[in-house]
């Protein structure tokens, strides 16, 4: 075999090589070798795009202004952003009206596809990241779904010692992603693992097991409708969404989680399975616990909750068949009801939860609000909630 | 909350619905509701590109000719191609020279990036597809290496029964991606745990543990060197390469091995480790293993073995300080030596592997020559390359 083959074949690994010591270093969040995006120590990123051809090229920060990014001589295109809001933000490249991500970076899904995303550290912070604990285990998990008819992909967490105590057994939080993303974001994104992780090692949080299953279902038969020309929000629309939401309760409260209380050492009376969710996952977390009060106790609302499907005034009298109408028996049967938001997420987000709070609390229901500190509908305000969350479970 | 904040919030998620009933279907490999790409019974592919402001847009299956796209008066380019090759390809999309990833599909780390793929079904074939039978498990790990000085990320596939037999110890095969590709390549693109839930569902295999490495390490404390203006294949190049691959051995034979050994029921004499790879993998799979026989009895080069690295012909007499000089020693000492290579694949990957075989073959190495017809350098040749292999291993 000659030298041309070990060209051939390695050829694609070689990295691009550091050029100059900078104050830029490469995002944590880069594939090897790539040297752009970078960050610096104030949180600017600098990103690199090449595409000689093109006449545009932006860096789309969801929910921000899109950026133009300048061609320079060599046919690349640059740009140098402010400072960004610590944590992990989702971003595209839009090329001559071709949205996709940026071959330097890695891909996490969001909005529907698999996106580009940038890590900025937060000073100070190390409560997401791999320490010098003792690790829990994520796997994957493949189940058959007689709901959907299909094979369906859930992730699990296992915290350290779950293979060793085998006679011990564990409560569980199911916990879901948000619209456009999938099971995998509470893993790649959120950073759930280290997180408990953390706070298990830090002796803050009883250890559990944590189910993060793919939250968009279609029944086996289902045949979707043509939406084409109809709005979102149009009554078909809306009845197409909520057939999706009630096949993904089906899925996981008839498969899924029998099939984790079977397969896995769990303690499975609703004392000790919670269920919590972002957004849409939060919404999600809301119908089905609500639904399933014989089945959960423990309910987290992270940026999304109660009261959003169908729009209006939520009122705790009378919502969820009366469940909170006496707040006392309530608080009895629900040990935790948690809310949570990021000071700066969208103001419709941001009000739309602390008016759920006012009203929770006028109706003396029993519950935490917890507001994230400058942080956006993003997953730093996320992975705080899970902070704050999970030491408040099965205690 | 109004319903403008649900809009918000879901507008990402609500999944392009079907428009009408054709042969085309969505490939396995797309996201949730993207349409495209899709394909028909005979292999065929339609690709659909938004790209409105583009002059330029082409197809880019690797190693093979890009395909230009035709723009349509949506604003939309569209590409059918003729029938592919059964099996998972790469490819990536070229929009006025800026190369990334299709919108529509997942992607697989390929080609040093996440890059998109499409699975291309096999008329016939269920054995690397979810079936009705038995599941291992597949679970990430974390380490932290002394060699590298970083965390690392690996993936372990545990038969089914692990969990439940706790008084057994099992083997353990070392799989390794190739260049450009990284630890969740084998799960991901390879389905090697559908492969061996399959074989050991039909009695076909042993079970064991498949540990599947990050392939790239870099020593703690080592400084790139420039090689700016270096071709490919230059001293300092080469010297780059194998400074990488040195690295990865002692992070995988010092610390991945025992830190498997110690954390898992494995049996941890050289009888029950094997290593294979493919492409780069193999080639770190022959070096790894000839520098280490007290620590590997089995050994298979996908697409990718002895003798690349250096050039020049290789001979068995002389090879590895003459571990094979004694082909009867050599046979007693390693219980399996497997090299496997795709019928389709360039002319100097085939060649240079047929060359291997014969040259063992003239020297009286025992060994396994497997061809996979009709296949390149692709994952479709590693998943039989896997099916053939898995069964001979710690018989």
Redesign the interface.
């Known amino acids: ?15 691009t ?3 100059t010591a900078n104050t830029f270093q490469p995002a944590s969040t880069n ?4 040297e752009y995006p970078r960050i610096d120590a104030s949180g600017r990123a600098e990103f690199r ?9 932006q860096i789309n920060f969801w929910g921000n202004p899109k950026l133009d990014m300048t061609k320079g001589a060599d ?1 690349e295109w640059t740009l140098t952003t402010k400072p960004l809001v610590p944590g992990f933000h989702y971003y595209t ?1 839009i ?13 996490f ?6 996106a580009s995303g940038i890590e900025i550290p937060e000073p100070g912070s190390t409560y997401y990241l ?1 320490t ?1 604990v003792r ?1 829990g ?6 189940y ?1 779904s007689k709901v959907t008819g299909t ?1 369906r992909h859930a992730m699990i967490y296992f915290p350290p010692g779950y ?1 060793a105590n ?1 006679r011990t057994r564990y409560p569980v939080l199911y916990l879901q992603h ?3 993303e ?1 099971e995998t974001g509470w ?1 790649k994104q959120g950073h759930a693992n280290f997180i408990m992780d953390n706070l298990l090692a830090a002796g803050k949080t009883k250890p559990f097991l944590i189910v993060m299953a793919y939250g ?1 279902a279609r029944r086996a038969g289902y045949v ?5 020309g109809r709005p ?2 149009s009554p078909e ?1 809306m009845k ?2 909520q057939e999706m939401f009630s096949a993904f309760e089906d899925d996981l409260t008839q498969v899924l989680i029998p099939y984790v209380d079977t397969h896995f050492r769990t303690l499975s009376d609703r004392d000790h399975r919670a269920m919590a969710g972002l ?2 996952g939060g ?1 999600q977390t809301f119908d089905i616990t609500f639904h399933h009060l014989d089945m959960f106790s423990y309910i987290g609302g992270f940026s ?1 909750a109660a ?3 169908g ?2 005034k ?1 009122d705790p009298k009378t919502a969820y068949n009366g469940a909170m109408a006496d707040p006392v028996a309530f608080a009895r049967r629900v040990h935790l009801l948690w809310i949570g938001v990021g000071t700066d997420e ?1 103001r ?2 941001y ?3 602390e ?2 709070h006012h009203e929770l609390e006028a109706a003396h229901v029993l519950h935490v609000f917890y507001e994230s500190p400058g942080t956006s509908h993003e997953w730093q305000t996320w992975r705080r909630d899970l902070n704050d969350f999970a030491p408040r479970l099965f205690r």
């Open positions: 075999m000659k030298f041309a083959t070990l060209a051939l074949v390695l050829a694609a690994a070689i990295p090589m550091a050029q594939v090897w070798g790539a795009i090449k595409a000689p051809d093109a006449s545009k090229v046919g490249v090329v001559d009206g071709f949205e996709a991500s940026d071959p330097g970076s890695h891909t899904f969001g909005g529907g596809k698999d791999p010098h690790h285990a994520v796997r994957e998990l493949w058959f094979w293979a085998t948000g619209a456009g999938d893993i968009y979707e409708p043509v939406l084409t979102f929000g629309a197409a969404m957004s849409m919404m999304g009261g959003i499907i729009g209006g939520f969208p419709m987000m009000t739309g939860l008016n759920l």
